[in-house]
């Protein structure tokens, strides 16, 4: 890598770590394997940076507005990882998910997953979908015979769509099904002038996050197996 693209991704990386807190709110409580009760969708979602436990503001307001777009009980996962300001929990927010993903799957086959994530939270749906930042890709994806199960993947102000392209561009699994939604102004993922704190910080709540809930309500499935699709050839 060269030294230039390198500086690149790790500016990138230090603006969302010296993002300041933002405002606490209650963590939502965390659904256990052992607990799960075969919802219609899942939304499996990893908070931003210096978020406590749970889904998050962005996370949240996008659930509540997927709620109110379709008659389908939809039921939450917030992320397991750090979300520290160093950004060093990727790798371990993404084990996460792939574990999630993979009880889903086991007792629940016909739960539809959507995942997404929020800034350092859309980092680690990155790892996940094999998405690369800056031209680097670590951590483990997950593997391909559980993409079927998911719907959607949805990020916000995520790096990788200003330092190697977004995840619908980048994922062979899961760039069909995937949204990334960059506030006009964001730093994070907007490379330009008149970029703002605040355009990462509260510029997505409530015209993007219910721009992505219409997105998932769209692409939820009718009750039953997964039709089939016949290849395309071009």
């Not at 307001?61 to 009980?73: F, V, W």
């Not at 889903?104 to 790892?127: K, N």
């Amino acid at each position: 890598m060269r030294f230039s693209q390198f500086n690149s991704v790790f500016s990138v990386l230090l603006m969302a770590a010296a993002l300041l807190t933002v405002p606490a709110v209650a963590p939502t409580a965390l659904p256990s394997a052992a607990a799960y009760d075969c919802p219609d969708v899942e939304v499996i979602f990893a908070r931003g940076t210096s978020e406590p436990a749970g889904v998050g503001r962005v996370g949240r307001a996008m659930i509540d507005s997927l709620r109110q777009q379709t008659s389908k009980k939809v039921d939450e996962y917030g992320v397991n990882y750090p979300a520290g300001r160093l950004q060093l929990g990727g790798g371990d927010g993404a084990n996460d998910v792939i574990r999630r993903v993979k009880a889903a799957a086991d007792v629940c086959p016909d739960t539809q997953l959507v995942l997404g994530g929020y800034s350092q939270g859309a980092s680690v749906i990155d790892i996940v979908t094999g998405t690369q930042v800056g031209g680097i890709s670590w951590g483990s994806q997950l593997p391909a015979e559980y993409a079927d199960q998911v719907v959607a993947v949805v990020a916000f102000g995520n790096p990788a769509v200003r330092t190697g392209g977004p995840i619908s561009a980048q994922s062979a699994l899961f760039g069909a099904k995937a949204l990334d939604l960059c506030n006009p102004g964001d730093p994070i993922c907007h490379e330009g002038p008149g970029n703002e704190w605040t355009d990462h910080t509260d510029g997505y709540i409530p015209a993007l996050t219910s721009q992505a809930a219409n997105f998932i309500a769209g692409r939820l499935r009718a009750p039953g197996p997964v039709p089939d699709v016949e290849p395309v050839v071009r």
